[in-house]
């Protein structure tokens, strides 16, 4: 029997387990995040020139995967998106140049009127050999 004590409900949220819950996820997602990065393995050839500074805003290609026929057609979307007005090609060493050349073109072909080669500076050691 109830003896005339009325019981107060609790009014306040307690955010302990919400807390402790959105912890586990954060420490989740910081583990899992740099896994979820996904790229193509791109080789550039070397060369002995000096490092070039690169436009921030530009694009890289390889940073894409399209096919080729897919440039022309993609590509200016891309472009207004980012903000970019310029291209850097950064093609595999073991593609052929035929290839390369298409992309090329289907880049221009988008309206693109700088295209840059990203390449890599070649060892001090190979520097010296030639």
Known sequence: MMTGQKTRLMSEINVTPFVDVMLVLLVIFMVTAPMMTSGVKVEVPQTTHEQMDI???GLVISDYQLDAS???ERLPKILEARKAEEVYLKADKSLPYGFVMSVMASIREAGVEKIGMVTEPA???DRKKR
């Open 55 to 57: 436009d921030s805003k």
């Open 70 to 72: 897919e440039i022309a």
């Open 123 to 125: 060892a001090v050691s």
